[in-house]
Nanobody, 125 residues
Framework: QVQLVESGGGLVQAGGSLRLSCAAS????????MGWFRQAPGKEREFVAG?????????YYANSVKGRFTISRDNANNAVYLQMNSLKPEDTAVYYC?????????????????WGQGTQVTVSS
């Protein structure tokens, strides 16, 4: 069983930056694909970014954040991060960290086994 706790959300002006962190415990962190998802009010949860579990550190991004967001992981400290730059009002959502036992990065929420409680990101125009 893996526990995930996100932090780093907040209120920022458009064009600004935030760095989200996700601390993992209770499992072999380095064996999980890690992902970030977000959910805005009235919308479905959507994939933002993912990073593979192995040493390649392969990453995958939603088109809407490509070039602005960067996902990274620190297996030694059981953490995954999401650096968000050039934020837009449409990035406003609750952001969730998730862990998957899949062997590859997926954008499908149902393929992730463990979820954090979420952290609110609000971007003002």
């Amino acid at each position: 069983q893996v526990q995930l706790v996100e932090s780093g959300g907040g209120l920022v002006q458009a064009g600004g930056s935030l760095r989200l962190s996700c601390a993992a415990s209770g499992g072999t962190f380095s064996r999980y694909v890690m992902g970030w998802f977000r959910q805005a009010p009235g919308k479905e949860r959507e994939f933002v970014a993912g990073v593979n579990w192995n040493s390649s550190g392969n990453t995958y991004y939603a088109n809407s954040v490509k070039g602005r967001f960067t996902i990274s992981r620190d297996n030694a400290n059981n953490a995954v991060y999401l650096q968000m730059n050039s934020l837009k009002p449409e990035d406003t959502a609750v952001y969730y960290c998730a862990a998957s036992r899949s062997w590859m990065i997926t954008a499908i929420p149902g393929t992730y086994d463990f979820w954090g409680q979420g952290t609110q990101v609000t971007v003002s125009s």
